[in-house]
């Protein structure tokens, strides 16, 4: 299907690898086409314990071959990788990441640590490829070699801006209201108690609100060759537990730049296609937004699935008496929302060859652990 | 406590008393001091069974020991009752509740047929007390003598105005975002099947978000001696299901008429108090905003039963990018939203003499059935 | 993998095709490499509407490609088909799988109504394959041609004498305690009303415990060449409904006729393995019983889906001081306790040749309805 | 209703106050007639914070007024109590007991520690309110002056046992099989993390089977003068986490002694009544066993707060083709199962005057802190 670049797979390290977005990492590498699942490392050391033994595995699906024996390392940046994908924990991920970048490994982030530095592209493929351009100015800056920093948003972030994509692109945008049901899944594990949220809805997740506000003015804005220049939207954001396993939905209002019929909002939508560069990536969709005509759906339980977990699923398109248009959308907020998409932006940067130079530096010497 | 207007209670009947909200009714009912419930009757005939045998109770307390041994009666306009209590299912409630007021009854319903006809009051006695003014030209223009219909508005519209209605006062309004999040209670017995909410969010719940746009201008607008005027408000409403048992939740984001601090908003709600007449009623609260300070809060499962059900509860007044006020707010949506906001209707109805005629009426000659 | 018996597929029926079950039909059916479905019926008629019309689909999975488009049928005996899956409620199962049996058409059943027939299998093919010893008896009894009657157990029956019949063979079974914690789709759809079962437990399914009492005793028993003889086990069965989607679990304690170390048990329960003819239909694992370490599994919403669901999952094997092993297990009640295991009969009965006759008949000439 | 003993309310302390039991007791003494709150301990200092700034409230009610501005102490048996209720975790509780019994202050426990210690009564007053006679026995033993220890038994001990006494009284009991769905409140707070219990049952709580299957012998047996001696019952227990807040429902198997039918069961159920004294205990109900008829109850949401969450509810009584009765009973795991029952045992010991002596001494002098 998809063609690989190149006959050798790459070899890819997990930081964080025993929570629950990292958990969705090492699955997904179980049998990837391009990447080889080489090292697993926490933050908390687990002395030699194999993965199989560290993990408390949450997945249905068994733990991946390929992994179970692996050891669990520690966070120095000394692992036989030729990049990493990290799903560190925001108390240890700010650091840790800069340690393995400037040892020469491009780190791919689902960490919201270095999201907003001013030289680090957000990035979600289908909606701002573009942003890869900053990633040398980051290495002249930050003085790294081969490595650099590489983010993608937060679980409720991504799908929103996969769908105002299209109606950017169509319309323009220029106000979005969107209110959450966040999936208990979101908050790692332990998480969130059984005892707030069962039969609950807990109208608070600590600094949600405010990362929706500002990660889709990066997202949807542009990289100028020296900076990232926001899309100046007005954008207001609420944000909501519910007792849902996985699946972050949302009801969004949207105001457009340009007016548009119902009917044009849900063909720009639905029509909305990556290019054939993305398309080759083995994680992407040609078609990443799904439009369901059922007024019920999407829903958590049904819906999260969609495209492998990669789709953002909309219903329910209709008008806004305060804005333009009215929608409810859903997302996997494991796979899109943070596990798939950063695995699908290493995809684009192996295609891009932003992979290489850490691999060919690879094969002439062992990398030499650096000292912080 | 509530100096009673009367030595004799008034007695009440229920139509639809044994659906979700017709025995909250009766419970309510079990120890009024102003009421005794006196008949219960329902669409359905159930042969001759009393209301223990004919009711699936859904509440934790019992069946009250006055309703238990009452005989369940159909829908003719001729029972023992100074007034009617009406939770009929709206498939019936249209020509039902107009009978038992063409046979002069007063009829103090819950049911959304009648809420928008240009003569009914639509009302919550804390925001539009003055509506009532309405009852005498609904009387001559139907043609009614002792009886007329009284309407409280819809469960997720309930709580939203009462909070609205501080804000309007001290502020004025322009503006409003709403998006709910209900619970399953709100669609009755059996109601949502648990195949379809279980760990799930329904992100649709039919003809709720017309009710939602449309019912809070006549609730804020004015009785003008012959017509009811609208508000006038932008108003977008979003609405959802989630599992949970009782309490409708909405984030609400507001925008004022007037330049407002935080602070100030949160005052107005927090020094919202109802007038002496209605402070006497036995079901009122003399401040029936709460604030929560708690910035994970108001919750459903924590927070329904604040003030008996009879409070709008607050929380995460905070400001919004877009509008001027973002904030949670959660009522109980059988109490607050149903049966306690039509017990309170009656209680003024009560309280301004409203019920009198028709108890004069009733001690005079037993009530003759009339033909539809 | 497995051979298929001939190089052209038999042709499927699905009977109450709409309803939960035969949603997993429909769904098992859709790249069955032995079985082609050619047509779904349903107790209600709906007129000429294509099953994606007719159906409310539950499961997360499209509806398949070649089920959409077939127009439903009523439930006359006059289908395109070699063998009928039948999926029908009980309230009219029983007439109507004997008119299609009649009429020549092999009935494997996941209905109740005739599962305790003395000439009727009640059939798990790891279990009792060798009852379908009594299909010609049944033949001759009822005088049918080409066609017969076969079922499957109950949804909670199927996994524990799954579990069961390894520890008859090895120790000799002589009492058995359980108490089932089943999932709301085991009660079809629209089911369990949410407002039963949300944050509650119901300690009651109507006709579950009478069914977990008797049909194990079939089961586990024999065929003597006229009829079935009971197992003779003393069975002793609570059933209660859990908010869980998926999965009924059930705790058990066992005596045995013959002294056994847990070691041992778990040996027996964890080498149970079919033999060649079983192993090589489609549906089957070569081991159905898989045995968990970690002390809180199974549960359901981890383990539902072993085995694609085929498998029962036994976790906790202990002492018990009352009878000799304590044990839990899981199975998934729609695949093995139904769907699945009915699938699994219409394999068996394909590759012993039970479905040729019936093919060979629709060869000859278009099958003639009959009239009841 | 009760008559207090004494004019003066006896000052209680509440070791654990800020834990989810320790809350429950904080509540029930808000209001009590015979007792009045005067201080609150936990295991982690917290450094003079107010109760209300210390506690993480999970009730719907408000935390008592006469709490509120309590300064949380450490556990130092210098409290100005006249007994203390102890809702310690069992990680602190043996030592921190010990220390406030020897210091003097009647300890009535929770915690597991000290409940099979061979001199400490484990109490349900319906049940075993002679094990009190083994107090000064204890004291002589351990030097105690006027201190000691009684404790409740565990949470899905409590309803068990309360249920069980009636049987054993009326027809001797031979056999227990029981099957706990227990709540999730039962494991504190943050107790189960969502993830493992949302829509899933956990098959395992560690060491409740242990405690299930022993604690009913110490409760059920006698005090022989000089130690307790076992009521010698085969006893099997299987215990399992369900996603429900409050009520643990158990499936029981019970033998019996001598045989009696079904109808008798129920009356020596429906019958149990305390006796005088109990009941004029102002906790206690005169018939702690509800039955009720409809079967599909006990169900937790619906029948946990049945007596005030005092009572045991009881239903399906049935037969059992093992033993001789299967049925299903329910209690209120925080207040039956834990605070309800310590507080009533505290009121027996206050009737019976085993309160008075600390009360006295303390009358004299302020207690002296002992150095462990």
Avoid at 175 to 195: D, E, H
Avoid at 226 to 234: E, K, N, P, T, W
Avoid at 287 to 296: C, T, W
Avoid at 318 to 331: A, G, Q, W
Wanted: charged share 20%.
């Amino acid at each position: 299907m998809q063609s690989k670049p190149s006959e050798k797979k790459w070899k890819a390290g997990v930081l964080g690898a025993t929570g629950v977005v990292g958990q969705r990492l090492v699955q997904m590498l179980g049998d990837h086409p391009w990447f080889e699942l080489t090292e697993v490392a926490a933050s908390e050391r687990s002395s030699g314990k194999t993965y199989a033994e560290a993990v408390r595995w949450h997945l249905d699906s068994p733990v991946p071959e390929s992994a179970r024996g692996l050891i669990v390392k520690g966070l120095d940046p000394s692992l036989d990788c030729d990049f990493m994908l990290s799903a560190l924990d925001s108390s240890v991920a700010g650091p840790a990441e800069e340690d393995f970048a400037r040892a020469g490994y491009p780190v791919v982030s689902n960490s919201r640590n270095h999201r907003m530095d001013p030289d680090v592209p957000l990035l979600i493929p289908e909606v701002n490829a573009a942003h890869l351009d900053a990633i040398p100015l980051q290495q002249k800056n930050r003085g790294y070699d081969t490595g650099f920093i590489v983010t993608n948003p937060n679980c409720s972030t991504a799908g929103l801006v996969l769908v105002l994509k299209p109606l950017a692109d169509a319309f323009g945008l220029e106000k979005i209201f969107v209110v959450t049901l966040q999936a208990i899944s979101g908050a790692g594990y332990p998480g969130v108690p059984a005892m707030d949220i069962q039969g609950n809805v807990v109208p608070f997740i600590s600094g949600e609100e405010e990362k929706m506000e500002l990660e889709p003015q990066k997202l949807l804005g542009k990289w100028d060759g020296s900076r990232f220049v926001d899309a100046g939207l007005g954008l207001s954001a609420h944000c909501n537990r519910v007792p849902v396993v996985v699946g972050h939905l949302e009801c969004v209002s949207v105001g457009l730049k340009k007016i548009a019929s119902l009917e044009e909002v849900r063909e720009a939508l639905r029509s909305f296609e990556v290019d054939a560069e993305l398309a080759s990536l083995p994680t992407a969709l040609r078609n990443p937004v799904v439009v369901l005509d059922d007024e019920s759906r999407p829903q958590p339980r049904r819906d999260a699935n969609a495209g492998n977990g990669m789709a953002a699923v909309v219903g329910r398109v209709r008008e806004c008496p305060l804005l333009d248009v009215k929608l409810t959308l859903l997302s996997h907020n494991l796979v899109r929302g943070a596990a798939g998409t950063a695995l699908l932006n290493a995809e684009l940067l192996a295609a891009r060859g932003f992979l290489n130079r850490r691999a060919a530096v690879q094969n002439q010497s062992v990398a030499e652990p650096v000292s912080r």
